[in-house]
Each structure stands twice: as structure tokens, then as C-alpha cells.
């Protein structure tokens, strides 16, 4: 099968997927969140999203302790 074939039949079973097929997202509170606050697991939520950047913690331009101040709550700015 070609690239356009594939292309059109991914278009045509995307076309016809309706709200209930799509998979339902996990749904976080922020006492929920907060239990995630530590250097091995971190969570935040960014505007409206919550994720697990305890992998990133070590990756991060400003280091870790910036994170680990805002781990387990809502950092949006």
C-alpha cells in the first residue's frame, strides 16, 4: 500500500470516530497532585494539565530545586 492510501484510509477512520470511541482522560484533583512532591515522584499541573515530570527533573535548564518547588501543585504562571 502506498503513502496516499494509508493517508486517505487513516483520514477515513478518523472522520468516522465519534465522541464515545475517543478514549476518556484520567481526571486529577489537586489533593491528588499534591501527593507527588517529592525528587522520585513529581507531578504538576500547567494550565489545566497534569504531568509527571519526575523524569525530566534532571534534565531541567534550572536544575531540580526549582521543580521540586512547585512539584505537587499548579504551576501555572
Not at 16 to 23: K, Y
Not at 34 to 52: F, G, K, L
Request: hydrophobic share 40%; with cysteine.
Amino acid at each position: 500500500m502506498d503513502f496516499f492510501h494509508v493517508l486517505n484510509d487513516l483520514q477515513s477512520k478518523l472522520l468516522n470516530l465519534t465522541v464515545g470511541q475517543l478514549p476518556k482522560r484520567k481526571q486529577y484533583t489537586l489533593k491528588d497532585v499534591s501527593a507527588h512532591c517529592t525528587e522520585t515522584d513529581c507531578w504538576m499541573v500547567i494550565r489545566d494539565r497534569v504531568y509527571d515530570l519526575t523524569d525530566f527533573m534532571r534534565e531541567h535548564p534550572a536544575g531540580s530545586d526549582i521543580m521540586l518547588e512547585y512539584a505537587g501543585t499548579d504551576a501555572t504562571m
